[in-house]
Structure formats: C-alpha cells, structure tokens
Nanobody
C-alpha cells in the first residue's frame, strides 16, 4: 500500500521560509507525477506545484511562481517544496499527492494517493 507522509510545516513570520517534505513508501516515487496542493479554511483545495516523474519538468500556480520550488530525490523516495518569501495568504494545510499524468492535473480525483497534510501558518 502506498503511503505519503508530509512534514516540515509550522508557524513562520511573513517573509520567512519553510521546506516541506513528502516521503513516499510502498512504491517507488519515480513511478508517479507528484504534486503539492493546499487548502485554506473555507476554500477549495488548490494545486500549488507539480513535478514530473524524473524531475525534468515542473509546474507552479501563478501566485507562488518565483517564491516556491518543487524538487524530488527519487533515491530517497521524497518530494520537497521549498517555500520562500511566505505571505499570510499562503496559510493553509499543504497536501502531497501522487499519480496522474503530466502536466499535473488540478482535479483531485486524478491523484491516486494523498498524504494527511501539514499545517503552514504565516503571520503578518
């Protein structure tokens, strides 16, 4: 059974940085396109970033371009999301997802596996 476990969330001041990690177990991470989503209170879950199976292609939603960077280390079965210049509007639960095709889908049901989420809170 495939499991995804996120870590690295926390409370940070505006302008600060966090790095999220998503550890994949049960299957080889390189089998999957990987993506990060986020969900703020009262809002729908939105796609933030995606990375192809080999790391050669990446995707970012407009609001995080130039601030966030997605990467993967398939030898460690881990995907990362480096978040810099954080803003209060980045506050959300961040989820890691595996599956789907490239480019990374915005549709939640296109992903076969999800992590439990990690809270990111950015104070002003």
């Amino acid at each position: 059974q495939v499991q995804l476990v996120e870590s690295g969330g926390g409370l940070v001041q505006a302008g600060g940085s966090l790095r999220l990690s998503c550890k994949v177990s049960g299957r080889t991470a390189s089998d999957y396109t990987m993506a990060w989503f986020r969900q703020a209170p009262g809002k729908e879950r939105e796609r933030v970033a995606g990375i192809s199976w080999d790391g050669s292609s990446t995707y970012y939603t407009n609001s995080v371009k130039g601030r966030f960077a997605i990467s993967r280390d398939n030898a460690k079965n881990t995907v990362y999301l480096q978040m810099n210049s954080l803003k209060p509007e980045d506050t959300a639960v961040y989820y890691c997802a595996a599956g789907g095709h490239w480019p990374p889908s915005a549709v939640i049901n296109d992903y076969a596996y999800w992590g439990q989420g990690t809270q990111v809170t950015v104070s002003s």
